[in-house]
Each structure stands twice: as C-alpha cells, then as structure tokens.
Nanobody, 123 residues
Framework: QVQLVEFGGGLVQAGGSLRLSCAAS????????MGWFRQAPGKERDFVAA????????YYADSVKGRFTISRDNKKNTVYLQMNSLKPEDTAVYYC????????????????WGQGTQVTVSS
C-alpha cells in the first residue's frame, strides 16, 4: 500500500487554473494506477480522472473532459491534476487514489486514499 499526500488546493476565480499534486511514498508507485476524485458538500465522492501505471492511458469524467489533465512522473512518485477553465461547480475536496488495479481506481474502490485538498472556485 502507498501513502498519499495532496498539495495545491486553494481559492481561484472562475475561469482560472490550479494544479494539484499527489506525492506517494513507497517503491511500488510506478506499478500503481492513480486517480483523482472529488467530493462537494452534501454530495458523494465522484470520479474525476485516472491514469495507468505507465501514463499511457487516461480516463476522465465527462464533466471535466477538455478542461482537466491528469499526468504522472514516476521518477518523482507524483501524480498531477491540471485544472483549467475552472467553474464554481468544481468546488470540492479533491482526493488522490491509488491501486495496483486500474479498474479499482476507476470504480472508486482503491486501496489507498489521500487526505484531500480543498479547491474553491468563486464566481
């Protein structure tokens, strides 16, 4: 199991950009599929994006396609979420997730979760 810590959340105006980072501990990071989820107040945790262990394949929720980009640097044990054209409805706590099985990440049942970072988009 890997330990995950997110960075980069904050307050931004609508139309702005933020980049989230998720640093992972453990020598097996490069074998893990990674993902991002978000949870708005009073709502369930939703899938945002995922990336395969080698970075070749990515997956996105329809609500963020064309605006968000997930990427990873296996040498730095870090996964990123570049968020552009942010909207007030993107406001949520964003969580990083990891699992050796890609399907577990996409399904929202990964073995590891980060503690979350708050993203607030003002109108």
């Amino acid at each position: 199991q890997v330990q995950l810590v997110e960075f980069g959340g904050g307050l931004v105006q609508a139309g702005g950009s933020l980049r989230l980072s998720c640093a992972a501990s453990g020598r097996t990071f490069s074998t893990y599929a990674m993902g991002w989820f978000r949870q708005a107040p009073g709502k369930e945790r939703d899938f945002v994006a995922a990336i395969s262990w080698n970075g070749v394949t990515t997956y996105y929720a329809d609500s963020v396609k064309g605006r968000f980009t997930i990427s990873r640097d296996n040498k730095k044990n870090t996964v990123y979420l570049q968020m552009n054209s942010l909207k007030p409805e993107d406001t949520a706590v964003y969580y990083c997730a990891a699992d050796s099985a890609r399907d577990a990440v996409v399904a929202g049942t990964p073995e590891s979760w980060g503690q979350g970072t708050q993203v607030t988009v003002s109108s």
